[in-house]
């Protein structure tokens, strides 16, 4: 803007003022940052203006040049500062263009940037996603097993011992096995001791292993294996069994049938070793001569000695090497009978084997 007389620079407002109370319409910030920082002073219709390097408030009000009239001034003054606002001449357009590339630059890489964040609120939202599905389906699933326990804690009538079932008995029947499981009819399911039933079946000598197995809701399955008597043994005037492992067991005549050899002469206590001596003797005697064999006599001169069914035959044995003995045994016995000679006594303890009639 011209001005008549020199001009008052209003610092609250940043703009000149000039007597009279009128301001110029140009503020300090229209000048170009770039003319500042070179300190240039810059021309436009005519205009001289310069611009306080410095930048302490100093500031040269600009001045009529070549008789120019006041509105014509004023008139330019507008038009420069619609040039500088527009970049300035041929420079502001230079200026404009360099500014427009870093613009460009500055918007790619804050599209970039917003490219990256897009990304990682779409891994976030999935995330999250997957998280809630996972936790809808646990939630699902407890609340079906949830349900399932309430069915069964609030329906007592299935929760009680409806049938108890026994498998596995040949000589023990289902209701001895029943009393001594101890479990009775209408028992709460739940409170059956399962070792404690196991531990009273296997108890019985009879029952060489127990299995017990509750069928949910209302039922109680019972397996056994029972043991079974290969040798007789006669203790205090009673005959009991003993099985394969040496345990001996009472014997149910009215449910069972006895085919086995007595033994004699042995200590007649679990696992003793003459009861072991006298069982392993069965067991190579099985299966086709022990039927032939009524008892098996352990004494501690001759060691074992077999006795014949039918006419009896002392058959001496001896001590250790059992297996040979008795297959020499089944080929004594197999002449004999080809021959048809009968023979009293057979000693098998030697090499050479000694018969008489």
């Known amino acids: 803007m011209f001005r008549d007389e020199p001009g008052r620079y209003d610092r609250g407002r940043g703009r000149d003022r000039v007597v009279g109370g009128e301001y110029d319409s140009r503020d ?81 890489g804050r599209g970039g940037g917003n490219a990256a964040v897009q990304k990682d609120r779409i891994v976030t939202v999935i995330a999250v996603a997957i998280i809630i599905a ?38 023990l029947s ?13 028992d709460a399911i739940m409170d059956v001791d399962l070792a404690r039933v196991k531990k009273a079946l296997e108890a019985n000598p ?55 050899p007595i033994i004699t002469g042995a200590v007649h206590e679990n696992g003793s070793a003459g009861l072991r001596e006298a069982l392993a003797v069965i067991e190579e005697l099985r299966p086709d001569l022990v039927r032939r064999i009524s008892e098996v006599r352990l004494t501690p001169e001759y060691g074992i000695s077999l006795i014949t069914t039918g006419r009896p035959i002392m058959i001496r044995l001896g001590r250790g090497d059992y297996a040979a003995k008795i297959d020499r045994l089944r080929k004594v016995l197999s002449a004999l009978e080809r021959e048809g000679s009968e023979k009293s006594y057979i000693d098998l303890r030697f090499r050479d084997v000694i018969t008489k009639e």
């Open 28 to 108: 300090d910030r229209d000048v170009a940052s770039s003319e500042v920082r070179a300190g240039r002073g810059h021309r436009v219709s005519g205009i001289d203006r310069s611009i306080d390097p410095v930048g302490a408030g100093g500031r040269t009000v600009s001045r009529r040049t070549r008789g120019t009239k006041t509105a014509r001034g004023r008139s330019a003054s507008r038009g420069e500062g619609a040039v500088r606002r527009s970049g300035g001449g041929t420079r502001g357009r230079g200026n404009r263009r360099t500014v427009s590339r870093g613009a460009v630059r500055r918007n790619r």
């Open 134 to 171: 996972a936790a809808a389906t646990i939630g699902i699933v407890l609340l079906s097993f949830a349900g399932k326990a309430y069915h069964y804690a609030v329906d007592t009538e299935d929760l009680i011992v409806k049938k108890i079932s026994v498998e596995g008995n040949n000589v």
């Open 174 to 186: 289902e209701e001895e096995l029943i009393r001594i499981s101890g479990i009775h009819r209408g």
């Open 206 to 260: 009879r029952i060489r292993r127990a299995v017990v197995v509750k069928k949910m809701p209302d039922e109680i399955r019972l397996e056994v294996e029972e043991r079974v008597p290969v040798g007789l043994v006669q203790e205090k005037g009673k005959l009991l069994g003993v099985d394969a492992e040496g345990v001996i067991v009472p014997l149910v005549p009215a449910r069972e049938e006895i085919q086995a």
